[in-house]
């Protein structure tokens, strides 16, 4: 096994371009992948097959770091009363206001 191969197995969350190019963090691949259209946790968590409180966690401190730009929230609503809860980067579990649990998740995209 040679230097290469050896950094490749090993990757601690990120992955490799190719040789030449540098390692790509979990949240460079997630500002990413918002960054050319909204999206929901949980979709972002399908695609890049890790757990939907890491993309949350991540989510929160793309929204502080100035290097991915601005992150712009829509604020998750119930799909029973169509109750609005605030924009955060959070996914609610029920709605205040009817109880229901049907909730429309909030979708994150980088301005």
Not at 57 to 70: A, F, N, Q, V
Not at 75 to 89: H, S
Request: hydrophobic share 35%.
């Amino acid at each position: 096994m040679d230097a290469y191969t050896a950094r490749r197995t090993d990757t601690g969350g990120r992955t490799l371009k190719n040789k030449e190019e540098r390692w790509i963090t979990r949240r460079e691949r997630i500002a990413a992948l918002i960054k050319d259209r909204p999206m929901r946790a949980s979709e972002i968590s399908r695609l890049l097959e890790m757990p939907v409180n890491e993309v949350l966690e991540d989510l929160r401190h793309i929204s502080r770091s100035r290097k991915y730009g601005k992150l712009l929230v829509s604020p998750a609503r119930c799909r029973k009363c169509g109750y609005v809860f605030k924009a955060e980067i959070k996914i609610p579990k029920k709605c205040p206001r009817c109880k229901s649990t049907w909730i429309e998740e909030p979708m994150f995209m980088l301005q």
